[in-house]
């Protein structure tokens, strides 16, 4: 009897959450770059923060530049496929199973906060980070969301070199941001170079494991390094929950 009693209590907590959660469900715009880890949105990343969304009862809408990939990349051989060419929104449709929209129908006004997954189209489709370096330019829509989004005080969250964004926009800001960890010759952070990057844009870059996240509560941006780091799955899926949750953290209610 005590285990049934039990049970009835956890269903009804569990209704109660549930019902609640979904009258205050928040908005969460999702930017996408495209599909594949070289030449668009890492797809682990975007996973891990759409399944986090949707368990946290956010309702999700996903955005993408409608414009050309920079170039296509066979993944099988880790190398540019010759003559051919794709579609940003396109190809990000495949991530969010045919919901999207273009980013030129994103503003403050309709998502309670947004999220940039990271991946090598977050510094080719919408920046060039990946060939100018800190001298790199954002996409002009980009750019537009993230100055909206920062002026009307809601959360911005991005994960792996998507942070890079936020510094070269927010960076006057003073925004503090996270893109890993420096060098330390054990090749599990290939990327460190982005830190020197990042504070030559104006950025404030703290340290942080594949685990962690920084929150940046002035600016309302939250950031964690997902596959700046070469982890393992779970590890970047874990990661990156933790700056979702953090994000939902932030919403007004």
Same mark, same amino acid.
């Given at each position: ?96 199973? /045919?919901?999207? +929209? $273009? &980013? ?8 309670? !906060?947004?999220?940039?997954? #990271? *991946?090598? @189209? ?28 920062? /002026?009307?005080? +809601? $959360? &911005? ?8 964004? !936020?510094?070269?926009?927010? #960076? *006057?800001? @003073? ?79």
């Amino acid at each position: 009897m005590l285990g049934l009693a039990r049970t009835a209590a956890r269903n009804l907590t569990h209704r109660w959450f549930s019902t609640n959660t979904s009258l205050q469900a928040p908005t969460v715009a999702v930017v996408l770059s495209g599909s594949g880890v070289y030449d668009g949105s890492e797809v682990h990343e975007a996973s891990a923060a759409l399944v986090s969304l949707t368990r946290a009862g956010a309702d999700v809408v996903c955005y993408a530049p409608d414009a050309p990939q920079m170039h296509v990349i066979d993944h099988s051989k880790g190398a540019p496929s010759e003559n051919e060419t794709r579609n940003v929104l396109a190809e990000s449709a495949r991530i969010s199973r /045919g919901n999207m +929209k $273009p &980013i030129t129908e994103l503003t403050s006004g309709v998502a309670d !906060a947004v999220i940039f997954p #990271g *991946g090598f @189209g977050a510094a080719k489709n919408l920046s060039d980070f990946a060939v100018k370096g800190g001298d790199m330019t954002v996409i002009p829509e980009v750019e537009r969301v993230l100055k909206d989004f920062h /002026g009307a005080k +809601k $959360p &911005i969250g991005l994960c792996c070199i998507a942070p890079m964004l !936020a510094a070269k926009v927010l #960076g *006057g800001s @003073g925004v503090t941001i996270t893109l890993g960890k420096s060098d330390d010759g054990s090749g599990k952070w290939p990327y460190a170079g982005s830190l020197e990057a990042a504070k030559g844009l104006g950025a404030n870059v703290i340290e942080q494991g594949v685990d962690e996240v920084t929150i940046d509560q002035a600016n309302q941006v939250v950031t964690t390094p997902a596959f700046m780091y070469e982890g393992k799955f779970h590890e970047i899926h874990d990661g990156v929950a933790k700056m979702v949750n953090a994000v939902l953290g932030l919403v007004k209610s």
